[in-house]
């Protein structure tokens, strides 16, 4: 039973590329989340989606930043003409979405450095 | 101030310890708790999940959640090096997916 599978695992880019995040969630599961975690800093909630629907995105920047699940597929986080402060791991984590139980799964992350 | 604290450490003990980690939060809509594993440069790893308050049990890991103190625990019985780690906690309300993370404490257990 594969868990959640992100990649790539590190990700370098230059300042005003853009980077894409792909993120498989478990068998089974629906609904996919992205957290960014900064160095000495929790994980801070960036979007929460489900299939070929955006649920909550308070978390994501205003702007360069977009993210969608389609219906076949991974989940994608794109950012556009990166910065060097988008540098974090970036982790995708997975639900079954029951309204009861609202456990979630995480990948190993991707880890962005921006040069 | 933060919604969720918790002390980064780190927190060192000698192998076969008991660990208590600990985190408070200001949300009392928060319903649901969690406590994750994270090695380094590695994903989080649930080790328990808890609703509303009490205790909770699983192997050598023991969850508390006081909900009239704002305050939930992580208690580990006969540590081991291979506890080393840093321990996030996280807590959402009903309803909603959006987890809120305190910022982890690092656990650090000698041979």
């Known amino acids: 039973n594969a868990g959640v599978m992100q990649n790539p695992r590190h990700l370098v880019r230059r300042r005003g590329q853009e980077a894409r995040l792909r993120c498989s969630p478990m068998?089974?599961?629906?609904?996919v989340y992205w957290y960014r975690q900064l160095p000495e800093e929790g994980l801070k909630f960036m979007v929460y989606?489900?299939?070929?629907?955006?649920?909550?995105e308070s978390g994501m920047p205003k702007e360069r930043f977009s993210a969608e699940f389609p219906k076949e597929g991974p989940s994608i986080l794109r950012i556009q003409q990166v910065v060097r402060g988008d540098s974090a791991a970036y982790f995708c984590?997975?639900?079954?979405?029951?309204?009861?139980?609202?456990?979630?799964?995480f990948g190993p992350g991707t880890r962005l450095t921006v040069l | 101030q933060k919604e969720v604290e918790q002390d980064p450490g780190p927190l060192s003990v000698p192998e076969g310890a008991i660990v208590s980690l600990n985190c408070t939060y200001s949300?009392?809509?928060?319903?649901?708790f969690m406590w994750y594993r994270q090695y380094s440069r590695k994903g989080p790893e649930l080790l328990m999940y808890?609703?509303?308050?009490g205790n909770k049990e699983d192997g050598r890991f023991t969850a508390q959640v006081d909900k009239s103190s704002k305050y939930i625990s992580l208690f580990i019985r006969d540590s081991q090096p291979s506890d080393s780690a840093t321990y996030l906690c996280?807590?959402?309300?009903?309803?909603?997916?959006?987890?809120?993370f305190g910022t982890g404490t690092r656990l650090l257990v000698s041979p």
């Open positions: 984590a997975s639900s079954p979405g029951s309204r009861e139980r609202n456990e979630q799964f």
């Open positions: 068998k089974g599961h629906s609904h």
């Open positions: 989606l489900q299939k070929e629907n955006i649920i909550d």
């Open positions: 949300n009392s809509a928060f319903q649901y």
């Open positions: 808890t609703y509303s308050s």
């Open positions: 996280a807590m959402t309300r009903t309803g909603f997916q959006k987890l809120v």
